[in-house]
DNA sequence: CTGAAAGCGCTTACAG
DNA sequence: CTGAAAGCGCTTACAG
């Protein structure tokens, strides 16, 4: 025999407990006053019933969907596909964790079209983005329409919520380590000297120099490097200058310079010690694999989530700032 | 001078207009009869106004969301990515044009606990799942919850509604290749044999031999290979066996495969040509690249996506079987 | 501490 | 062709 009655609505656990909707809805909610007695009973009953409250209608009396928005560059993971599967899946924990769910939107270049109908259509209580997005109107438009969101990585605007890794202290680490293994100079090829976060791991970088008492060469520190050629410049003049050890600020930049070494025939670590701050996959596969900090992503997109929620007026725990480890392969041995 | 007033609700629109709400949301669902001047007048206005309907207030109204809901196993990616991404966007642009929104949920093992508050909470009209959580027990938790949902790539349950590549057809067409190119026989190596996808592109083997009139030679066969050793045995075999060609049946294998070449010093395609059955990022990097079948993803989730919406009701276009190309690396040069 | 009632912003029989 | 009214399943002043 099965329950003869499906306890399916408010409505069906009041009239089955002969309390009132109200009364249910303080119970499950914990606002207002409620009789401890009556509240415990209308619990088990719940539980027992497996009760779950219909979120849409919950959603539409609270003018709350429950939902956040997850914004993906169209082309995230060409590069580093784990960064955003970790940073996704920590986000994922933390938004289950007070009862979000997660929904996502692909923003490809300028179209806002697919955002703007989550916006509209009033479909999440806010956002996630990432830094990748910045040049696009995104944030703008959010921002416009009092959407509350936070970016992953931090953006060139204040006044925005932001959580980023640290950037500058784990650059410093790696750039310590390589300056204490290698006599010499340690030469350094970046990316666009734009983003903030190739501004953060060039003072740690600098800073790992200071530190030390050592003065980096301006002459072997190459920024915006961004093609294969320029990285083959950068390379040929470190190879020239006898410079022995070789820091990339990512593992894209890293990817090139494997390149170019290897057209130049010179060996790693033998010839020069190469090491990246940051990791990725191929980092770890390419042969020989390769020394590189490896970021919390996990812990990133925890983070992202909770200072979310927290714009949100959820009571959140605190955040716990995601750390990094820096991970020494064959490329520096 | 902004306008005066907002528009944000149905009500405000009918207001301006002095029609019922029902007309307005008529004009706007196209149901139901309505006057083709009042309907354009109220669409003129709308549009005017940018005004959009609450979807929450829709949803609870209609008993549905607008959400899909995509299952994600724990780890997926971490042989594949491009496989779930391709896949996702393919899913997210069919899910948008027909106004839907995505809901991504990860589906850890066993835990159904999130599903079950995506389920129980009402906050998806369907479902899409991947082969890969066939051996959770998710599929039997949303049937029970007449939860509608299609899974992509075949699964061994029939009943259930499923989309896939043409495993056995690329399958064929890449072994006819091979055996064409290559005189002698053309080994095997194949994954676990209770999956389909790993009989489907079995089947394809299998029949471009028999097309050609060749026999396969059941002795360069090895199926369920899962390991380093697994892999190395079957290539000693083929090595002592004098066989010039081998065939894997997805990334991972030939990635094993390759690294057994690799150790036994077995020269790639000098000594032993190799193609793979599926593509990913990995057989057109590795060295020597990898011939392989690429399959249409993006048209994969797209089609699941239509499946899906057919199955909630919803009018779609004619789906168009995710087509795959062949494409020749220097694997088998 | 508890409940009746209004309200969230839509849809949809039902009546005209 | 159009509208008044009930209803979707919750929450929340307000009153008791």
Redesign the interface.
């Known amino acids: 025999m099965e329950e003869p009655k499906k306890i399916d609505t408010l409505e069906d656990v009041a009239r089955e407990l002969g309390v009132s909707k109200t009364t249910v809805s303080r119970a499950i909610s914990g606002k207002g006053r409620i009789g401890k007695e009556t509240r415990e009973r209308i619990m088990a009953f719940i539980e027992a019933h ?1 009760y ?6 919950k ?2 009396a609270q003018k709350k ?1 429950y ?1 956040l928005g ?1 914004l993906l560059p ?1 082309d ?2 060409d590069v580093d ?2 960064f955003f ?1 970790d940073c ?2 920590g986000v ?1 924990r933390t938004a ?1 964790l007070y ?1 979000y ?6 923003v490809e270049g300028e179209e806002l ?2 955002l703007r ?2 916006v ?4 999440m209580d806010g956002a996630i983005i990432s830094r990748a997005m910045e040049r696009s109107r995104v944030q703008e438009y959010l921002t416009e329409n009092k959407m509350p969101f936070v970016v992953i990585g931090t953006s060139r605007e204040s006044q925005v919520e932001t959580v980023d890794n640290k950037n500058r202290e784990a650059g410093e680490e790696l750039t310590q380590i390589m300056l204490l293994k290698c006599g010499g100079p340690v030469a350094l090829l970046g990316g666009d000297e734009s983003y903030v976060v190739t501004q953060n791991r060039l003072e740690g970088y600098l800073e790992a120099h200071r530190k030390l008492g050592r003065q980096p060469e301006k002459d072997f520190i190459f920024m915006n490097v961004s093609s294969y050629s320029a990285a083959m410049e950068a390379v040929e003049k470190i190879l020239e200058g006898g410079v022995r050890a070789l820091i990339c600020m990512d593992d894209v930049i890293s990817d090139l310079a494997l390149g170019c070494l290897r057209e130049k025939e010179a060996a790693i670590p033998g010839t020069v010690r190469l090491a990246s701050m940051y990791d990725s996959h191929q980092m770890e596969c390419s042969s020989p694999s390769i020394t590189s900090i490896r970021f919390d992503s996990v812990r990133l997109g925890s983070n992202a989530c909770l200072r979310l929620l927290h714009m949100l007026g959820e009571q959140v725990e605190q955040e716990t700032p995601a750390g990094y480890e820096v991970i020494l392969r064959e490329s520096t041995k």
Do not use: C, E, W
């Open positions: 497996d779950r409250p219909n979120a849409v209608a959603g539409l969907t939902n997850l169209v995230y993971g596909f784990s599967k996704m899946a994922y289950s009862h769910d997660l929904i996502f939107s692909i079209k697919q109908r989550l509209q259509n009033r479909k």
